[in-house]
């Protein structure tokens, strides 16, 4: 059985730093998706990684995947208020997505 | 082009009554979800739909949940008695096709609560 485990759960950081959000899995997964959810709102889909090695950019948010580690990063460069929100990883288990607790990322100005 | 989109937004209930929550997924989309999102529990499966068929019920915490998917389209959630643990916010997603090749697109959520 899949399981998903985020670290670190909470995130509070500085505008302009770097940080990273690390999300680790138990078994093989054909897929690792990233979300975003603003408070109140759904879960806005971030990026999808495919493979071993997969690399994905939007703006400030960089996400890489490592099968063989079973680990994707989440890696946020020159950080912005915008950016607060709570960030899901997950991976497809079973025929369903299983998700990771969350990352709240607070990002003071 | 439409999201996924669900009915009500909130709902506040008490405790022993039946709620129905509805969700209408993306026009040609085959599958369709629904999570479960808690403060103690995180984001947990609880069914999915091909079609009008649930292959996988594995995730409902109880007799007291059951869904439906009528003409391939429109999906039901319903609580029976509801307990004040039901309280959460219950999102659906769809996708064109089962299986992780395919995106799924997420509604904005019923709140329940269950006073």
């Known amino acids: 059985e899949l399981k998903v485990e985020q670290n670190p759960l909470f995130l509070s950081m500085q505008e302009g730093k770097n940080y990273t959000i690390y999300c680790n899995y138990s078994t093989t997964s054909d897929r690792l998706y990233w979300y975003r959810q603003d408070p109140g709102k759904s879960l806005e889909s971030l990026f999808v990684?495919?493979?071993?090695?997969a690399v994905k950019q939007e703006g400030r948010l960089m996400a890489s995947l490592d099968t063989k580690a079973r680990l994707s990063t989440l890696h946020i460069t020159a950080a912005v208020h915008d950016l607060s929100a709570t960030y899901f990883c997950?991976?497809?288990?079973?025929?369903?997505?299983?998700f990771g607790q969350g990352t709240r990322l607070t990002i003071n100005p | 082009g439409a999201g996924v989109s669900q009915s009500p937004s909130n709902k506040v209930t008490e405790k022993g009554k039946d709620v129905e929550l509805r969700c209408d997924p993306i026009s040609g989309h085959t599958a369709l979800y629904w999570y479960r999102q808690s403060l103690g529990q995180g984001l947990e499966f609880l069914i999915y739909f091909q079609g009008n068929s649930a292959p996988d019920k594995s995730g409902l915490p109880s007799d007291r949940f059951s869904a439906e998917r009528t003409g391939g389209s429109v999906s039901t959630l319903t609580i029976q008695r509801t307990q004040q643990e039901d309280s959460a916010v219950y999102l659906c997603?769809?996708?064109?096709?089962?299986?992780?090749?395919?995106?799924?697109?997420f509604g904005p959520g019923t709140r329940l609560t269950v006073l």
């Open positions: 990684l495919l493979s071993n090695g």
């Open positions: 997950a991976g497809w288990g079973a025929q369903k997505l299983v």
């Open positions: 997603a769809s996708s064109l096709g089962q299986g992780a090749y395919n995106e799924q697109f």
